[in-house]
């Protein structure tokens, strides 16, 4: 099952070294479709951090993103190494 949310960018951030922090907050109105995503999602917040510059440039003030949250598979656990160097 995937739930799909609306949010949109509030804070782009330069904090030095090339590293970007972004922040996201659920939209709330400006058009119907932001209307019916606020009913469901009325508050949270996302950030995220990046040093990849080609990635941080995806991200401007204001820009709406759809946020689809899927569950990941779990993966296998890893077994315990057998000699110790």
Do not use: W
Request: net charge negative; aromatic share 10%.
């Amino acid at each position: 099952m995937t739930v799909r949310a609306k949010f949109k960018v509030t804070n782009v951030n330069d904090l030095g070294e090339g590293l970007k922090s972004i922040s996201m907050m659920p939209v709330y109105g400006g058009s119907p479709e932001n209307d019916q995503f606020f009913k469901y999602t009325p508050s949270g917040q996302i950030t995220i951090g990046t040093i990849n510059a080609a990635a941080a440039e995806q991200f401007n003030l204001n820009q709406e993103f759809y946020v689809d949250f899927t569950p990941a598979s779990v993966p296998a656990p890893v077994a315990a190494p057998t000699e110790v160097i």
